[in-house]
């Protein structure tokens, strides 16, 4: 059994940050490639950034790159996605996404930027 559990989310002014946490339970995390992905509202879920099992592969969308930055912590079974210069664009409900042999989802966060 994996689980997925987020956290982090809130909200934050335009410009500013906020770091998610995906904790994961289980014995899949080292050898997993973990993901973020995010759904606005009336939205399908879209991919954000992903990090490979060992961390060294990190990759990203055009619309987050060089603001969000994915990292993990293969000892804590973490992986995190730190946001920077947040738009309001930015805002939706952010999943957690674990991939091995099977494919697990956390229950997600909600991240609004506003004013």
């Known amino acids: 059994q994996v689980q997925l559990v987020e956290s982090g989310g809130g909200l934050v002014q335009p410009g500013g940050s906020l770091r998610l946490s995906c904790a994961a339970s289980?014995?899949?995390?080292?050898?997993?490639?973990m993901g973020w992905y995010r759904q606005a509202p009336g939205e399908q879920r879209k991919w954000v950034a992903t990090?490979?099992?060992?961390?060294?592969?990190?990759t990203y969308a055009d619309s987050v790159r060089g603001r969000f930055t994915i990292s993990r912590d293969n000892a804590k079974t973490t992986v995190y996605l730190q946001m920077n210069s947040l738009k309001p664009e930015d805002t939706a409900v952010y999943y957690c996404?674990?991939?091995?042999?099977?494919?697990?989802w956390g229950q997600g966060t909600q991240v609004t930027v506003s004013s």
């Open positions: 289980g014995n899949i995390f080292s050898r997993s490639t």
């Open positions: 990090i490979s099992s060992g961390g060294s592969t990190t």
């Open positions: 996404n674990a991939k091995s042999t099977f494919t697990y």
